[in-house]
């Protein structure tokens, strides 16, 4: 079970390269990505667990948990929530 620490979070990259709420195309690039959050630290403010966040790759560290890839991402890192 992965458990997030101070305010960094996990997300789970998104199988689409297209996100689409409203109206909105988001396109991902090499740099930015969308993901799905998988946990939160306890200080982090902002985002819940489920939320969509698009976020710059250059940012995140890649881990691979349970043969799952999985990205760790400081919350101040997070370019939008969706």
């Known amino acids: 079970m992965l458990r997030c620490v101070g305010k960094n979070i996990i997300v789970e990259l998104s199988d689409k390269n297209e996100y689409e709420k409203n109206g909105i195309i988001i396109k991902t690039t090499s740099s930015n990505l969308i993901g799905k959050v998988i946990c939160v630290g306890k200080d982090v403010i902002e985002i819940k667990q489920e939320d969509k966040v698009i976020y710059n790759e250059s940012y995140a560290r890649k881990i691979i948990y349970d043969s799952m890839e999985y ?3 400081n919350e101040k890192d997070v ?4």
């Open 71 to 73: 990205f760790v991402l």
């Open 79 to 82: 370019l939008a929530i969706i």
